[in-house]
């Protein structure tokens, strides 16, 4: 390790090997007499600005610690929007709606309406059912030509 000083007459920077510390030269510029600066005195050299960045690093930290704050605080604001979009596509495409309506379950003249809505029912499965509700509603009848009111249910299920 290599001690570097500069000549206290002409200011020239000079290198020399520790094993030269304390020792008494000519400067090869000015030519007047150097002592040779021990280890331990250049130490506290480099020692002193060395403690000054290392005193306004904490400063640095606590600077770094408010955005450092900051940054979760976004991230946290960021993740339920994430989660509330994530919510809205699983939610909205899964929606189903089913409408069953009596005059469509009656096969020659057998009223099969509760047997269609329980394989229905059956067929989604009870943890699919959102909501069942049952309608009114008119239909042109094909064959009398007037206009019946029968009922039906709506179920909104997950699908
Ligand atoms: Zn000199």
Not at 56 to 78: D, F, N
């Amino acid at each position: 390790m290599d001690i570097t000083f500069n000549c206290p007459h002409c200011g020239l920077s000079l290198e020399v090997d520790q094993d030269a510390a304390g020792q008494q030269f000519d400067c090869p510029t000015c030519h007047k007499p150097l002592t040779v600066p021990a280890a331990p005195v250049v130490a506290p050299r480099s020692g002193v600005p060395a403690a000054t960045p290392s005193a306004s690093a904490p400063r640095e930290e606590k600077r770094m610690a408010v955005p450092a704050s900051q940054k979760p605080i976004g991230s946290l604001i960021q993740k339920p929007n994430k989660s509330l979009e994530l919510a809205a596509k699983e939610s909205k495409p899964g929606m189903r709606v089913k409408t069953l309506r009596h005059s469509d379950c009656k096969d020659g003249g057998k009223d099969r309406f509760d047997e269609v809505v329980s394989e229905f029912l059956n067929k989604i499965g009870d943890q699919a059912i959102v909501s069942i509700t049952p309608i009114n509603y008119s239909y042109l009848d094909t064959a009398t030509q007037k206009l019946l009111t029968d009922f039906g249910v709506m179920v909104i299920y997950r699908g």
